[in-house]
């Protein structure tokens, strides 16, 4: 036992390289046999990406911030902070914490199944079963070969196939999917019989770094194809519960390429190519060429914007959490998203479009942006595409 629990420590000093993009150190998760370390799989995913109280900054793996030693979210992963599950605002209208994200079922965190939605909208996945294995596969058997395809064998793993300093998969070595993330065939153990997954994951890579401010330069997370209809393994009938296109079938119209490079703010359309690129409002580039998404994934502020594309789930929402209703980037519920030069809180003048926040919550929604950035008086960031303001 002290053998298995000095493993256990030690492979789970660094997320990224425990997984590497397949499977980890058995010791890093099980105690013995199929027992997992915590009490739940969620729970043994978040003793490694919960950031502890120490980390006041976004930083490496962590995907939540825990609410039990800070009050406002801190870790910025362009997926969301699942932090914001645990905040309820109270405005004009109620938004509960359970509306902010994916509720994943972690008992040992606090995080529990959503009470309003027992299923994923547009789909059969019960929401007392969702967890992070719900969408990633923690064995990391899904790999990208040589060729393109995902298989679960072949050539074996020998790096993850996340980032744009990932190596290439070649005629004898594969690389791990996105993040992880299964693919056809893929059943969830906690919920054997429930769903079977027929998307493959999709085409993206990363920048190195992505959990960060993004006070100065956007992360440019490179979507090349795939990611609405890899949420459709959950939500196969999105088409039904979502107000608005997405997918291969979706794509950027000339004139909304054409809004999205000039779009700058409201009132702005002095906007070029070589700048245009925000992640609040991210798109698809439609290829699948991992060269070209290498060249894409940055955090260096060349963000220009490319000819084509998809609009996909991840433009509108996150996809783990967020500081708004339905998991949205911004508020879509109020008409300013900055008022008279400032982001909206009850702490100032703009108290009736901050939905109950304050307006450093409002701005950790925005990771760290600057008001400045926007509009003294700036409304949706639908206009990015759409050009209405």
């Known amino acids: 036992m002290l053998v298995i629990v000095f493993i256990s420590v ?19 998760c099980h105690i013995s046999g199929s027992s ?22 976004p930083t490496g793996p962590y995907i939540a911030t825990d609410a039990r030693y800070s009050q406002v979210s801190v870790q910025m992963p362009q997926a969301g ?43 059969t996945y019960p929401s007392a079963n969702l967890s992070c294995i719900s969408c990633h596969d923690p064995h990391g058997d899904y790999r990208r070969n040589a060729d393109g395809t995902i298989s679960t064998s072949g050539q074996p793993i020998v790096a993850s196939g996340s980032y744009s300093n990932s190596p290439d998969p070649t005629a004898t070595s594969s ?9 056809k065939s893929y059943q969830p153990k906690t919920i054997p019989g429930a769903i079977v997954f027929t998307y493959d994951p999709p085409a993206t890579v990363a920048p190195p770094i992505t959990n960060r401010s993004e006070t100065s330069t956007d992360t440019r997370i490179a979507y090349g194809s795939g990611m609405s209809e890899w949420c459709q393994n959950c939500h196969p009938q999105i088409s039904g519960t979502c107000q608005h296109r997405s997918g291969n079938q979706a794509s950027i119209t000339q004139e909304e390429a054409n809004n ?54 991840l433009t509108c929402h996150r996809a783990h959490s967020s500081g708004w209703d339905s998991i949205m980037r911004w508020d879509v519920k109020d008409t300013y998203l900055v008022f008279n030069g400032q982001y909206p809180g009850i702490d100032n003048n703009g108290a009736q479009y901050a939905g109950g926040r304050l307006s450093v919550e409002v701005q950790k929604t925005f990771y760290d942006r600057s008001a400045s950035r926007y509009s003294i008086y700036q409304r949706s960031l639908c206009s990015k595409c759409h050009a209405r303001d």
């Open 10 to 28: 030690s492979a789970r000093g660094n997320a990224d390289v425990f997984h590497n993009g397949g499977t980890g150190n058995c010791g890093g």
């Open 260 to 313: 999205y490079t000039m779009y700058v703010k409201s009132g702005d359309l002095s906007g070029h190519q070589s700048t245009a690129y925000t992640s609040m409002v991210p798109y698809e580039m439609g290829t699948n060429d991992y060269q070209v998404l290498k060249n894409t994934a940055n955090t260096n502020g060349q963000s220009q914007m490319t000819n084509g594309g998809n609009v996909m789930c």
């Open 81 to 123: 902070d699942f932090f914001w599950l645990t905040k309820t605002f109270k405005g004009c209208e109620v938004s509960p914490g359970e509306r902010h994200g994916h509720n994943v079922v972690a008992v040992d965190y606090g995080y529990v199944p959503d009470s309003t939605l027992s299923y994923a909208p547009g789909g």
């Open 175 to 183: 690389v791990g999917t996105y993040r992880l993330l299964a693919g």
């Open 36 to 57: 997992l370390i915590n009490s739940d799989a969620a729970s043994t995913c978040l003793s490694c990406h919960m950031a502890p109280a120490s980390v006041s900054t």
